[in-house]
C-alpha cells in the first residue's frame, strides 16, 4: 500500500483505463481506488477515465461517482469511450485506427489538467 500511496503522490495525474464488467467496476480497479479512499496525495489529483466498451454507461458512472467523492479532479473532457471491446482489435490495431489522435488529444487535456 505504501508503494501505491507513494506512486500516486508523486505522479501529476492518474489516467485509469477500465473496462465494465457485469455493469460496474471491474473489482481490481474497485480495490485499487479502495486502497486510495481518505489518502491525502489523491486530494484534487487530476484524473481520466479510458474505458473500451462501446457503451460504458455503468462503470463509468460508478467511477466518475468514487473519484469525486475521493475527492479526486476528473478531467472530464479527457476521458474517453472507444468501442474496442469485442472487437478482437490490437495495440497496432488501435493506432492504425484513427483512434491515435483522440487518445494523444485527452492525454493532452489530462497534462494540462495536471498543470493547472
Known sequence: ????????????????ASPEYAHGVTGVVK?????????????DKPVAIFNASPRP??????????LTTMPA???????????????????Q?????GHAAEFRGALGLLVSGART
Open 1 to 16: 500500500m505504501r508503494a501505491r500511496h507513494e506512486q500516486v503522490a508523486s505522479s501529476e495525474g492518474l489516467l485509469i
Open 31 to 43: 480495490n485499487a481506488l479502495d486502497w486510495l479512499v481518505s489518502f491525502e496525495g489523491l486530494v
Open 57 to 66: 454507461v455503468h462503470a463509468d458512472a460508478q467511477l466518475r461517482e468514487t
Open 73 to 91: 479532479s476528473l478531467v472530464a473532457d479527457a476521458c474517453l469511450a472507444l468501442p474496442f471491446r469485442g472487437t478482437g482489435i490490437t495495440e
Open 93 to 97: 490495431g488501435i493506432l492504425d485506427s
